[in-house]
């Protein structure tokens, strides 16, 4: 797998960051969370005056074997389907994307439907694998061809971003089942119960995440059983979507390149949490946007120490929570920016 060379940012700046944040014309600290993104975003970015430029949002779609397993309310043709509705700017993302000023690419990792037929294909850049991972119930979802294929893949994605000038990468996935490798990453990088790292995804019922729970621990048992011992790319391999490995090639390349990276809900925390335990310093990279209402996610947060930025109660998918959560992020930015200090303002400093 490709190696990336991620630093930790230069801790040099952070006095002088400090600084200007406890002289804006604010009692100290008085506008809490927000100070402490905007000294996130000034160290990523190595400056005292940040800068939101050109943001781009990733939608990366691909299908799963595992969803042959009838763990997920919804059926795969819906993946494709919803591929084409973006390209209509008809769906949350769209919309959002809209909304912020996100240039929005729709991209094809692994959806088992061939754009190349319909009168779509150029809004859909098409960077397939294949079609769809094999079933992890009986086999790994992917080669270890396929898994670098895909690392390189979201590698080339966010240069080519980064290279028009984007200085914040969302990214956000399309891909029916995809909760469900979510949740064995979870329970195999954070050792939490499976059964509290499972939820109901699109919409299961109390009997719906019983068999999901029963199909994953099966296909757990199977991995367990062939691997004494495992690393955090047999994980990856063993269980990842396509457009899930993209994800952390792509959060792995702008960390490298000192690039911030929003993080959506459940899935892009489990590829987030992924890209970590490959390379501890990404973090520092990432801003973790939303909290959702699969089972887990806030455990999986907890085990990031991460505290989200918003709490909406959202399960869409798409990057939608982490689009939501920019204008936080724009007002980090603003803040220390366009605040004005103490002594331009004439006013007496009293801490």
């Known amino acids: 797998m490709r190696q990336f060379e991620i ?23 008085s506008l809490g ?3 402490s993104l905007a000294m996130q ?17 990733l939608l990366l779609g691909g299908d799963h074997g595992i969803e042959r397993e009838g763990v997920s309310l919804s059926p795969r043709e819906v993946t494709w ?44 850049e098409n960077y397939k694998i294949a079609r769809g991972t094999k079933n992890f119930l009986y086999e790994e979802a992917m080669s270890q061809e396929e898994m670098d294929r895909a690392i390189e893949i979201g590698a080339e994605l966010a240069d080519e ?19 469900s490798p979510s949740s064995l990453w979870m329970h195999l990088f954070c050792h939490i119960p499976l059964n509290e790292c499972v939820g109901a995804g699109a919409g299961l019922d109390s009997p719906g995440i ?16 062939e691997h004494e011992q495992y690393s955090v790319e047999d994980a990856i391999r063993e269980f990842g979507g396509f457009e899930m490995v993209t994800a952390i090639g792509a959060m792995l390349r702008a960390a490298e390149r000192h690039t911030l990276v929003l993080v959506d ?10 890209a970590v335990r490959l390379y501890p310093e990404a973090q520092d990279y990432m801003v973790f946007c939303h909290s959702g209402d699969e089972s887990g996610h806030r455990l999986m947060l907890k085990s990031l120490g991460a505290e989200p930025l918003l709490s909406l109660g959202l399960r869409l998918g798409e990057g939608t929570g982490a689009l939501c959560a920019f204008p936080i992020v724009d007002s980090a930015v603003r803040m220390i920016n366009e605040m004005n200090n103490f002594q331009n303002a004439n006013i007496t400093k009293y801490f």
Do not use: W
């Open 7 to 29: 630093d930790k940012p230069d801790e040099a700046l952070r006095t002088a960051i400090q600084d200007k944040i406890d002289n804006l014309n604010k009692p100290k600290g």
């Open 33 to 35: 969370r927000l100070e």
């Open 41 to 57: 975003i000034c160290m990523v970015q190595q400056t005292l005056s940040p800068s939101l430029a050109h943001p781009c949002h």
């Open 81 to 124: 389907q919803q591929m084409l509705n973006f390209t209509r700017g008809g769906g949350g993302v769209n919309m959002f994307c809209r909304q912020h000023g996100f240039k929005l690419r729709i991209v094809d990792v692994g959806v088992d439907y061939d754009f190349e037929m319909s009168n779509v294909k150029c809004q859909i």
């Open 161 to 179: 971003c980064i290279n028009e000038g984007c200085h914040v990468l969302c990214i956000g996935e399309m891909g029916i089942a995809n909760t």
């Open 210 to 225: 019983k068999h999901k729970c029963e199909v994953l621990q099966k296909a757990l048992e199977r991995f367990l059983r």
């Open 265 to 274: 809900g459940f899935i892009m925390t489990a590829c987030a949490l992924a």
